[in-house]
């Protein structure tokens, strides 16, 4: 299955399933080994999905939307909810319906639909409808050289124009204390100081800014509106407008200063990100609750104050590696997730987000503060300086209006529906769980589970979540079987678009049972094996979070021979009789490919990375996911079209351009020829035209790639033999090794590494499935 | 009491002669104290550069020295000859002035009269006088006759007649003698004069009025002569000793033949003590009254236009009454009423302050020269001894064993002023380098060297006048010894010659550079605070202020305002315009910059203007009536712990908020009844420890607080000073708070605060001789060890309180030295050691002890410890406990000193015959009545703590002036009119009088005011417009302009602007004034009569 084959195998519901055909009970599901999950990218734009202007009927008994498998009884004005069966009336608006009239949500096209939803629509002016401007508020870190601290705030000031003129925005920048400024204040330039080294509850930080009950008292006698609209003016001190404070800000910009605490010397700068970041989230607890907020934290270092603190002041002493954490010897790290898990708690009951862009050459505590990033579903960005095109390109981006358009929305609810039987386990991605318990929770938890609702404090059109499902292990599935062969499964988004519009998005599916106990065909043929190995990382990833002793790379294994012992045809013991069905032959590869990734192989990562890497594999689409599992790499040569190579080290040759897309980097590598033709300028003479173009051809596709992309990948052009060709080399299969590499061809090149090669792992492979 | 005891005789002539040579003695008390000058100059306080040596500013007043023959004098005359006697041995020799003295000298022993002072009529009588003439008042009002001297004090009027007694002066004092139904007369007269204190001032009226008296007061004279003897004895000193017998003539018939015998007894020991030197001043004080009152008589010729001052006048008639009746009213204790009334109340002794400053040699013929009272004027010669103003001692001889000093009742105690503002005659400290090894100090007690230790052997050892070990002399310090047994470079070397000098401290002295000058500005911006004008007065005088911070790269400031939170701001000169950061965290503060927030004032002087201008606007909408003090200190404290400094806070309205939140305790206090009235007291104590904790932190990093109280509420200034007084600070209190008049004290208050000379870092301690220890020190310190005091702020106004005990016996004739060692940091950042030296005779004569009592100094020292009992015990007892301080010593006089047998007199030790009317004034005071506000009361006791000796007289015993006659004094040397007696029965309705206590300033409007003088000194012209709040303004007409030349002086004297009120008859401000009015009768107490014959009867019970 080639990504560039099918270029939207999601469809109109942005669903990819491993497996589309569902055994029909619990051993049979555990028995195939690969989980029933499903991806769905919630929100995801598509041209052909209708927006309704009303709200969904919804069924008295399950509260499922009304959708196309419904049972509809156009005499009796009744529909049967497919989920539960309870029978419904439709509502007198729906008097009108019949089997050629029918409303939007019943045409069988329309698994998905979208309901733009007004909470107080007023039927006189509907353009008069208050609008829930967006917030943002930026979390400035100040403890860095002036150069970093110059371009984080030219990129700021470039955000601040791009921001709606409506959107609000409000400014803290923190260093050794957090300062949150009074953009309101006229008179004079004025800062609340927190002190760093403090844990401050909301209460404490409203109070402290005069937003606190202790400050609206005197208002207490008033009615309930004017009470909100007084909390509000006491917000607007520090959240304004952006066409009224762009000017404040830009000067306040322009005077603020690098933190001007003293550092000792061998001592790292005092920082008290999780202050700041405590701080403004109190801040935006005084904003009405619903409204669509975000903290973008900038943030240049390691917290080293304070709550959060990931490291001590002590420069001898290094940030905490993957060493450090499996050996339990990094001292700050549980704490300091503690307190960011009690920082997503607070965000997430006020319905806000936090994104976070880090940029420093050390690592910062992504993987202390991924917690609250992730179930905010915050985006974040790890890059090297504030200066570094992945930095620039991101922040950017992130304020583009238009086509390039994250479409940030807010305030996402998602609810889950499923026909009896079937189980949540939980979500793996940028979501919270709401504990809201039901019929259809399983009581084996798997990431965000435990519930049927989950909130997503921030999400965007690629925001994408895997639900994992199980089957229910009560054998009552032969009666009501007969009744039921498909198993339908809901998902309703509610949301805040960025024009601050509430929508609700449902989407229907259904699939078939099948009694795979009987026959593997169908199961076979319903199998998605790209998702499956998305899916796989994923949950390799989460096990590797949450579990203490978990040897990846082995469970990896067993699984991927559990599944060709049960889905590959072959003799007992006889490994050269082993084949593969086509629709599981890539997966061996995807998996060998997954054991040598940044996901399994975490230690030559930093920790902030591998959280980073995770974060970004959680929340991407399958396509997306399974190029950061397995790259592509694209051959671009004078005798044809660009076109997919192995990923395998043969596939340098000297005369060949290869652009590998491994997600998070894009690298152009130059054969050693055409670096040589290029050192010499052949491109630029008019006569080797041709050379030109295949010189920028990469570049161009390089270009579109990195466009689409959040955040932006890291380019990295570089030369055979050259040092920066590592970035390549470690995504090939080292199938020429100094160990085998007898027979080099000139050009070709050779890995210096004792890993395996694809080849190996497959007679392995093969061997050990057939073992009786 | 008036004693003016100089013996005598010589008054008339001495006077005279005296006048001219005196000059110098007396010392119009005040008139200037250049401090003063300097400071106040119009409105403006100080100069600022004082540098704490600084010797010499400018004192505008020359007066001093030369006043010579001011009429004032005339008075002294008498006083002189005391002095002359005991004088003598004191100073008094190195003056010229003395010759006058000469004279008398020859009446006195060998004293020469040393003229210093005698003959100046000190102000206070008192002080000098340590002599012991009792004085005792006759019957009640004491008729207080000299002693022989005293005689002549006593009533100056009676001196008049006296002289011819002089010679019997010496039995002594007569003044009682009551019986002598004639005496009595006299006595009365004398009384008369005695009253008014003055037996002097009666003197005078009386000697005009009539022949009568003189006779009369001859009379009692003789009797006072014998008397005298013990007088003579100290009279010699300084005479003063009146007696005045409270009990009517009655008693004081009886008396008089005890008090020739008592006098007997005494002479001998007087006689011991021919040198008292410190009796000279005594007398002089006196004596000026007397010059006054008296002068005119005495010196016919002389000019005294004012002879008849308050006291003197209504004498005349009285004194018979009083004469005859009183005996009666002594003899019944149960009607001391009745007695009272006989008592003429013009003749009670009562201060009189003298003109003209007098010189003042601290040692003279080896051996100590009593001082002259804290409040006169004068100026100093430091030759061995320190200046009085730097340290004083209770007792001018030290008794050589406890049990003498038990039995004498007395409080034996230094009052420790390190800091003081030399008069601008005198010559500055001066400054010894020694180099790097720093100064020559004795191995055992580490004390430093000084005029008193003694080298031995050569040279080659000295032997510690503190601990008595003997000490190689440092090599590079050796130099051998004269055939006098002194170093021959003694008098090259400053601390070998000089009581005062001042050591260049060398780096074992330092933990630290020396701090630099850091001022921080804390303004309380609530809404209150705002709209009362608080923040702007503030924010206007700190704008005003800046400029006159000391110069330099050494000097930083900072500023923060505050109201629910704390906002500081950032000054570095790089920002457009200053940013605020706000603290809010005010349970738990800090300081949101370490370095921008205290800056250079060269880098910031712009940014703080400009923003010491918006301040107030920008706070102006403010609607936030939080105020968090405690926490904003606490912030400002954080900002300034790395170098210490001041922080000077300006607060408005009860600290509600934040750490060391107050509650308003009056008001719950009020609400429940019947717990407050058996805890009163408790509200005067700090509402937790929490303060506490945090000023004494804040003293360990150097950080002095003193707090402006700009309110028109109860703040709880018993929980807030606290702070100030554990740093070192001090508390000023506006209350209450007005924008129109409070701004320009407030300026003025703030500048002398940052101007005046003091120093930071401070750490002192006081050694004594072997024999002697110190047992507590009591002021504005933190005290961290026993034996020192640790001084985040020392200045010039502050003053401790040091309590001595025996620890062994000393010898008679032996002196006992005391060193006061102050290392501190300049305001220019050098580190200096101020080593101040005093060494005083020991005795075992009990009559030294009272002839030698300094009568200021003991009353400051009561006074001191009334504060600090105030808060913890119930008002009634700290009363209680005054009185019977005095009663005892009154007692233990009567008891062991005079000889008189009848119970008919109530004598009074000369040098301490202010004491009953000082207690009495202390009774009635702010502090220590129970009508007053909490507030009031708890700014008082700790205003009381840091007072210096000369400040805290007036405290108690305000100065009255009249001054709707300004302008019809002459044209002599004081500018000051006549200070009139706090009695009700000299303010007439138709005047308006200056009632000053060195803070506030009360003027009163009689009821008939003439218009045209309403409207000449104030504007308006009639008594039904005058406003509630008042500033000082100068109209083109002598009136005012005498009226602002009168109040300048005073500023300029007590280093204060005043606060002024205005106060008319049947109003509340009426009844401030009135109250004022210490020896009336009213709820608070008794009149001063009653209270005379109240000590009377309690020493007659305890004697039988």
Redesign the interface.
Same mark, same amino acid.
């Given at each position: 299955m080639s990504e560039m084959a099918n270029t939207d195998p999601e469809g109109i519901d942005a669903v990819r399933m491993t497996w589309n055909v569902w055994p029909r009970t619990k051993v049979e599901a555990s028995a195939c080994v690969i989980p029933l999950a499903v991806s769905i990218a919630p929100i995801r734009s598509h041209p052909d999905i209708p927006t309704l202007p009303y709200a969904p009927l919804r069924c008295k008994s399950c509260f499922s939307a009304l959708n196309a498998f419904a049972r509809v009884d156009f005499t009796a004005k009744i529909w049967i909810c497919p989920f539960c069966y309870q029978r419904n009336h439709f509502p007198p608006h729906y008097a009108m319906i019949s089997e050629t009239n029918l409303p939007c949500e019943l045409y069988p096209q329309y698994t998905t639909v979208q309901y733009s939803l007004q909470a107080n629509p007023d039927p006189n002016n509907p353009s008069n409808v208050p609008q829930l401007p967006p917030v943002f508020v930026f979390v400035l870190d100040t403890c860095m050289i002036e150069e970093e601290l110059g371009f984080v705030k030219s990129a700021m000031k470039q955000a601040l124009g791009l921001l709606p003129e409506h959107a609000l925005v409000g400014f803290v920048s923190f260093g050794? +204390?957090a300062?949150v400024h =009074?953009l309101g204040?006229s008179?004079?330039? &004025?800062?609340?100081?927190?002190?760093g080294n &403090?844990e401050?509850s909301k209460e +404490?930080v409203l =109070? #402290?800014?005069?937003l606190g009950s202790a400050g609206r008292r005197p208002t207490a006698g008033y009615p309930k509106g004017l009470q909100n609209g007084h909390s509000n003016t006491g917000v607007n001190r520090f959240l304004l407008p952006a066409s009224d404070c762009e000017y404040t800000l830009n000067?306040l910009l322009d005077?603020l #200063?690098t933190d +001007?605490?003293?550092v000792q010397p061998g001592n790292r700068a005092s920082r008290c990100t999780g202050v700041a970041l405590s701080v403004a989230t109190g801040l935006l607890g005084a904003c009405m609750p619903g409204t669509g907020a975000r903290i973008i934290a900038l943030v240049g270092g390691p917290c080293t104050e304070g709550p959060g603190t990931i490291v001590s002041k002590d420069l001898s002493e290094p940030v905490r590696s993957h060493k450090d954490l499996d050996k339990d010897a990094a001292p700050y790290f549980k704490k300091a997730v503690r307190f960011y898990d009690s920082l997503a708690k607070q965000l997430v009951s006020q319905g806000h987000v936090l994104d976070l862009f880090a940029s420093a050459l050390d690592q910062v505590g992504v993987a202390e503060m991924k917690v609250a990033v992730e179930r905010t579903g915050g985006l974040v960005v790890l890059a090297e300086s504030f200066g570094h095109s992945v930095f620039k390109g991101s922040f950017r981006r992130m304020f583009k209006d238009g086509e390039q358009s994250l479409g940030l929305c807010f305030n996402g609810l998602l609810e889950i529906n499923c026909s009896k039987d079937i189980k949540i386990q939980g979500v793996i991605g940028p979501c919270t769980s709401l504990e809201k318990k039901g019929p259809n929770v399983s009581d084996t938890v798997i990431g965000e589970g435990s519930t049927s609702a989950w909130k997503m404090c921030g999400l965007d059109k690629s925001t994408c979540l895997t639900v994992l499902f199980d089957i229910s292990s009560t054998e009552r599935s032969n009666a009501p079987g007969t009744a039921n062969s498909q198993l339908y499964l809901q998902f309703l988004t509610s949301y805040q678009d960025p024009e601050g519009k509430r929508m609700l998005r449902v989407t229907t599916l259904t699939r078939q049972w099948v009694d795979s106990a009987v026959s593997t065909e169908e199961l076979v043929h319903g199998f998605d094996q790209e998702a499956a190995a998305v899916v796989m990382a994923r949950v390799t990833s989460l096990k590797m979070e949450m579990e203490d002793v978990f040897d990846a790379t082995r469970w990896l294994d067993r699984n991927l021979i559990r599944v060709c012992s049960k889905f590959g045809e072959y003799r007992k013991d006889d490994a050269s009789s082993f084949t593969l069905n086509p629709c599981f032959s890539l997966f061996p590869q995807f998996m060998f490919n997954l054991r040598r990734s940044q996901f399994v192989q975490v230690f030559n990562n930093s920790p902030d990375e591998t959280a980073y890497f995770r974060m970004l594999l959680n929340r991407e689409n399958i396509t997306n996911a399974a190029v950061m599992i397995q790259p592509s790499l694209i051959s671009y040569s004078f005798n044809s079209l660009p076109q997919p190579a192995l990923l395998d080290v043969a596939s340098i040759s000297a005369d060949r351009i290869l652009l590998l897309d491994a997600y998070f980097s894009i690298v152009i590598f130059h054969g050693m020829t055409i670096a040589q033709w290029r050192n010499m300028g052949y491109q630029s003479q008019p006569e080797h035209q041709a050379f030109s173009h295949l010189l920028q051809a990469p570049h161009i596709d390089a270009q579109m790639i990195i466009q689409e992309r959040f955040p932006v990948p890291r380019l990295v052009v570089c030369d055979q033999h050259g040092s920066q060709a590592r970035f390549l080399l470690a995504k090939l299969n080292p199938s020429a090794t100094y160990n085998n590499s007898i027979d080099m061809t000139a050009g070709s090149d050779i890995i210096f590494t004792d890993d395996v090669s694809l080849q190996i792992f497959f007679e392995h492979l093969q061997k050990l499935a057939v073992q009786s | 009491m008036a004693a003016p005891v100089p013996p005598g005789a010589p008054r008339p002539g001495a006077n005279a002669r005296q006048q001219s040579p005196h000059p110098n003695f007396n010392p119009n008390f005040q008139t200037n104290p250049n401090s003063l000058a300097d400071n106040m100059q119009n409105m403006n306080l100080n100069r600022p550069h004082s540098m704490p040596n600084s010797g010499p500013r400018p004192s505008p007043f020359g007066q001093p020295p030369p006043f010579p023959q001011s009429s004032v004098t005339a008075g002294f005359p008498v006083a002189s000859p005391p002095m002359s006697r005991p004088g003598p041995p004191p100073g008094m020799v190195g003056r010229p002035a003395v010759i006058p003295a000469g004279p008398l000298q020859s009446t006195l022993p060998a004293n020469v009269p040393p003229g210093r002072p005698v003959g100046l009529p000190v102000s206070h009588p008192p002080p000098f006088g340590s002599r012991p003439p009792p004085a005792s008042l006759s019957s009640s009002t004491g008729g207080a006759v000299l002693p022989s001297s005293a005689f002549p004090s006593s009533g100056v009027s009676s001196a008049a007649a006296a002289p011819p007694p002089p010679g019997t002066r010496p039995s002594s004092f007569v003044s009682s003698s009551p019986l002598i139904g004639g005496p009595a007369g006299p006595m009365s007269s004398a009384r008369a004069g005695p009253s008014s204190n003055g037996p002097p001032a009666v003197g005078a009226g009386a000697l005009p009025g009539a022949p009568q008296f003189p006779p009369p007061a001859i009379v009692s004279q003789p009797p006072v002569g014998p008397p005298p003897s013990m007088m003579s004895a100290r009279a010699p000193a300084q005479a003063p000793t009146m007696r005045s017998v409270l009990g009517s003539s009655a008693a004081s018939s009886p008396q008089t033949p005890p008090l020739p015998s008592a006098s007997s007894p005494f002479p001998a020991m007087t006689q011991a003590r021919p040198p008292p030197p410190g009796s000279p001043y005594g007398p002089q004080t006196w004596s000026m009254q007397p010059q006054q009152g008296t002068q005119p008589s005495h010196i016919p010729g002389s000019t005294h236009a004012q002879p008849p001052r308050m006291f003197g006048m209504p004498q005349q008639a009285l004194p018979n009454q009083a004469m005859t009746n009183i005996p009666p009213a002594l003899g019944q204790p149960g009607a001391p009423m009745s007695g009272s009334s006989k008592i003429d109340p013009n003749q009670i002794p009562r201060p009189i302050p003298n003109a003209t400053p007098i010189v003042y040699e601290t040692r003279h013929g080896n051996s100590a020269n009593p001082p002259p009272p804290a409040t006169s004027d004068y100026i100093v010669r430091d030759t061995g001894n320190c200046s009085p103003r730097y340290m004083r001692c209770t007792i001018n001889q030290i008794p050589c064993t406890g049990d003498l000093l038990t039995t004498s009742a007395m409080q034996l105690a230094l009052l420790v002023q390190p800091m003081s503002l030399p008069h601008p005659s005198e010559d500055p400290i001066q400054v010894v380098d020694f180099g790097e090894s720093g100064p020559v100090r004795c191995s055992r007690c580490k004390g430093y060297i000084n005029p008193f230790m003694k080298f031995i052997d050569q040279g080659r050892k000295f032997i510690c006048n503190l601990c008595g070990f003997t000490d190689d002399t440092p090599r590079d310090y050796h130099c051998n010894l004269g055939p006098d047994g002194r170093r021959r470079d003694a008098d090259e070397r400053p601390e070998l010659c000089r009581g005062t000098v001042e050591f260049v401290a060398s780096k074992e002295y330092m933990v630290r550079d020396p701090m630099p000058a850091v001022y921080f500005f804390l303004i309380d911006v609530s809404m209150n605070a705002v709209q009362t004008g608080a923040t702007a007065a503030a924010c206007s005088a700190i704008n005003q202020v800046i400029s006159d911070l000391p110069e330099g790269t050494r000097t930083q400031v900072g500023i923060a305002t505050f109201d629910s939170t704390i906002h500081f701001y950032n000054l570095k000169r790089a920002l457009q315009q200053p940013l605020m950061l706000i603290v809010p965290d005010i349970q738990d503060v800090y300081t949101p910059l370490e370095t921008d927030v205290i800056v250079q004032l060269s880098e910031c002087r712009q940014h703080l203007e400009l923003l010491l201008e918006n301040i107030p606007t920008m706070f102006q909408t403010s609607t936030t009536a939080e105020s968090c003090f405690g926490a904003a200190i606490k912030a400002a404290f954080l900002a300034m712990k790395s170098t210490g400094g001041k922080l000077l806070v300006f607060q408005s309205v009860l600290p509600s908020v934040g750490i060391g939140a107050l509650s308003s305790r009056e008001a719950e206090g009020r609400t429940n009844i019947s717990a407050s009235e058996k805890e009163a007291h408790k509200l005067l104590q700090p509402a937790d420890k929490i303060l506490k904790t945090m000023a004494i932190e804040f003293a360990e990093y150097q950080v002095c607080v003193d707090v402006f109280v700009t309110t028109q509420t109860y703040v709880d200034i018993a929980s807030i000073s606290v702070i100030p007084r554990t740093t070192g600070g001090q508390v000023y209190y506006y209350y209450p708070f007005s924008a129109v008049s409070d701004p320009a004290k407030l300026y003025n208050d703030l500048r002398w605060n940052i101007t005046r000379p003091q120093g930071f870092e401070a750490v002192m301690r006081v050694r004594c001789s072997q024999g002697i220890q110190v047992q507590d020190y009591s002021g504005n310190f933190c005290k961290r060890i026993p034996t020192d005091v640790d001084l985040a702020g020392i200045d010039c106004d502050k003053c401790i309180l040091v309590t001595l005990k025996h620890d062994d016996k000393l010898q008679d004739g032996s002196e006992c030295g005391f060193q006061c060692a102050l290392l501190y940091t300049t305001v220019y950042g050098q580190r200096r050691i101020r080593v101040t030296n005093l060494s005083l005779p020991c005795t075992n004569m009990l009559s030294n002890l009272f002839r030698s009592a300094d009568l200021d100094t003991q009353f400051t020292c009561f006074l001191k410890q009334a504060a600090i009992e105030i808060p913890t015990c119930p008002l009634l007892q700290v009363r209680d406990h005054v009185t019977n301080l005095c009663i005892n010593i009154l007692l233990s006089y009567r008891k062991f000193c005079a000889t008189v047998s009848s119970t008919g007199q109530l004598i009074l030790p000369e040098a301490l015959k202010l004491l009953p009317l000082y207690t009495l004034a202390l009774i009635k005071s702010r502090g220590l009545r129970n009508d007053g506000r909490i507030d009031d009361r708890s700014f008082w006791f700790n205003y009381v703590s840091s007072l210096s000796t000369p400040l805290a007289i007036p405290l108690v015993y305000p100065r009255m002036f009249a001054i709707h006659n300004v302008d019809t004094k002459d044209g002599d040397e004081s500018v000051l009119p006549p200070t009139i007696p706090l009695s009700s029965e000299h303010v007439c309705d138709d005047g308006i009088y200056l009632l000053e206590n060195g803070e506030d300033a009360l003027i009163y409007f009689g009821s008939s005011v003439d218009s045209s003088i309403l409207q000449q000194l104030f504007g308006f012209t009639s008594v039904d417009d005058v406003p509630t709040q008042f500033v000082m303004q100068q109209f083109s007409n002598p009136l005012s302009k005498n009226f602002n030349d009168v109040v300048n002086v005073i500023r300029q004297q007590r280093c204060s602007y005043l606060r002024f009120a205005l106060c008319k008859k049947g109003d509340p401000s009426g009844m401030a004034f009135v109250s004022c009015m210490v020896e009336d009768k009213n709820a608070n107490g008794p009149s001063y009569v009653e209270f005379l014959v109240h000590i009377h009867r309690q020493i007659q019970m305890k004697m039988s």
């Open positions: 050794t +204390q300062h =009074e204040f008179d004079i330039s &004025k800062v609340y100081v927190f002190r &403090k401050i +404490q =109070e #402290q800014l005069g000067s005077e #200063q +001007q605490w003293p | -």
